[in-house]
């Protein structure tokens, strides 16, 4: 919603500048500009919405952060770890239809996730040299 | 497409040298990672990129190529966002992503389906948790105080971020 609303405010703002204040400028071009750009903030903004969703990084900082003593490895594998982040995803993927369970086994669903999960991991190989971090 | 009419650059050449000089430091971020992969990725990527577009930004400055100031404004806005996207982006190939690495375990299970039981026998904290710990402190956004992790200057900074945008939001703490 807030995408469409700013992009409508784009093109006003786009018609705005050809019509009234540059008017000998490309329109076209100039909108195509200037959306590559729009849809590229938007992106980043996306990201850091994201990042804390799902980031377990900052999750990790947030709960250092609450503990003003500071926390031992223990403690913070108490407070998040790895069962909390599967059953997290777990719940994404299968409110998504990437994944379905059935008879208590997870299968592959909607098969996008997992292509985009073969394309990044080949891009990791292209410019790493390796499939994965912990190789 | 025009490339430098009349000395200056044209309408479509902004969105021109703005992809290809993006092209230009995605290839020279891949020789360099192909030659010496950097300790730390996203600093040098920043490095990299800040660098092609300054020195692009002077030879179009010595030249007098861009028409006005919205010229300018418009091309070092579009290097700028897609920087910001490629970087922002590039954490995904740097570090592994669970819902992605969990899809390809599930795929590799073919037909027979994965188990949940499986699933955390091969996706524990050594796996998922405490590589980031480590990224944390070599990022130096937290430090370990004898056998307690805390937050630097830094970490508080961006943890304060963090609380104040999930709080506009209304929602939890996420991970």
């Known amino acids: 919603m807030g995408f469409i609303f700013g992009f409508l405010n784009l093109l006003i703002f786009e018609l705005y500048i050809y019509l009234v204040v540059i008017p000998n400028r490309s329109f076209t071009v100039n909108l195509i500009t200037e959306i590559i750009i729009y849809a590229a903030l938007s992106y980043c903004y996306f990201v850091f919405i994201n990042l804390g969703e799902t980031a377990r990084r900052i999750r990790i900082l947030r709960e250092v952060f609450d503990a003003p003593e500071g926390l031992s490895l223990e403690e913070i594998l108490r407070r998040y770890n790895a069962k909390e982040i599967i059953e997290r995803r777990l719940q994404r993927l299968l409110a998504n239809g990437q994944i379905i369970i059935e008879e208590d086994k997870y299968y592959i669903g909607k098969p996008l996730m997992l292509w985009m999960a073969k394309i990044v991991v080949a891009f990791k190989f292209i410019l790493l040299g390796k499939k994965s971090e912990f190789d | ?175």
């Not at chain 2, 577009?53 to 010595?62: A, G, H, K």
């Not at chain 2, 996706?123 to 130096?140: E, G, H, Q, S, Y």
């Open chain 2, 1 to 175: 497409m025009i490339f430098f009419k009349d000395g200056k650059i044209a309408n479509m050449d902004i969105l021109f040298c703005g992809i290809i000089l993006l092209l230009a430091a995605f290839l020279i971020h891949f020789f360099i990672w192909k030659f010496r992969l950097p300790k730390h990725h996203t600093k040098a990527l920043l490095a990299i990129f800040a660098l092609v577009y300054l020195c692009n930004i002077i030879v179009f400055l010595i030249f007098l190529a861009f028409h006005s100031y919205y010229d300018f404004i418009q091309f070092s806005l579009l290097f700028v966002s897609l920087t910001l996207v490629y970087i922002s982006s590039y954490s995904a190939v740097e570090v592994d992503s669970p819902s992605l690495s969990m899809l390809l375990i599930i795929a590799e299970a073919g037909p027979e389906g994965l188990p949940k039981e499986k699933l955390y026998d091969i996706m524990t904290d050594a796996f998922l948790v405490k590589p980031r710990i480590i990224d944390l402190v070599n990022d130096k956004i937290l430090f370990l105080d004898k056998d307690k992790y805390k937050v630097t200057r830094k970490g508080a900074v961006i943890a304060k971020m963090f609380i104040l945008s999930r709080s506009l939001l209304k929602t939890p703490k996420g991970g």
